[in-house]
């Protein structure tokens, strides 16, 4: 079986930065041993990274959520504490992404093959979300899988309600029963 841990957007400005919430900061641990145990077992790891340059205000998304965040190459563009430090570059992808989904990891999860792909990271209801939803329409039968304990959003309704409707979306929740923040 191929597998693979997408790490979405678990980034300095996302947990204790310009857009950082309560409790974030606690998916830090779990994450970077996911990793580690994904890197044991010889499964595959990427990470996307909410890339925005410095015209951000002037896009479409930035006119919506005036918060300048993720720039590249800035401090809160870089991964957060253990799960940063658990990448390994030499095997494990990057994909730098300005939008929420990202259609380049479509076309390439597609060309991969996976039979599992587990998503974890930051915000639950919007970048875990559609890029779950992008690796759908890439490998429709792929299981997708979410691990709610290893992801959350800044409002816990927002939170809650996606993961139901992620199981609506055949999207396997799993660790529903730990609170997340």
Not at 15 to 30: C, K, Q, R, S, Y
Not at 45 to 69: C, I, M, S
Not at 137 to 157: K, N, Q, W
């Amino acid at each position: 079986m191929k597998r693979l841990l997408l790490v979405v957007d678990y980034q300095k400005d996302f947990v204790d930065g310009a857009l950082g919430f309560a409790g974030a900061e606690t998916l830090d641990g779990p994450i970077a041993e996911k990793i580690a145990a994904y890197h044991a077992a010889g499964d595959d790891v990427a990470f996307t990274l909410d890339t925005h340059q410095e015209n951000y205000l002037d896009t479409q998304e930035g006119r919506k959520l005036p918060v300048p965040h993720c720039l590249m190459n800035s401090e809160g563009w870089q991964l957060y504490g253990k799960t940063g430090q658990a990448i390994d570059r030499s095997r494990d992808m990057v994909v730098c992404k300005p939008a929420f989904p990202s259609l380049w990891l479509g076309n390439w999860l597609k060309s991969q093959g996976y039979d599992r792909i587990e998503l974890v990271g930051l915000v639950s209801y919007l970048c875990v979300l559609s890029n779950a939803i992008m690796a759908k329409a890439a490998l429709p039968e792929a299981e997708l899988v979410v691990d709610a304990a290893c992801t959350a959003g800044p409002d816990p309704v927002l939170h809650h309600n996606v993961l139901d409707l992620m199981e609506a979306l055949q999207i396997t929740v799993i660790n529903r029963e730990v609170t997340t923040p």
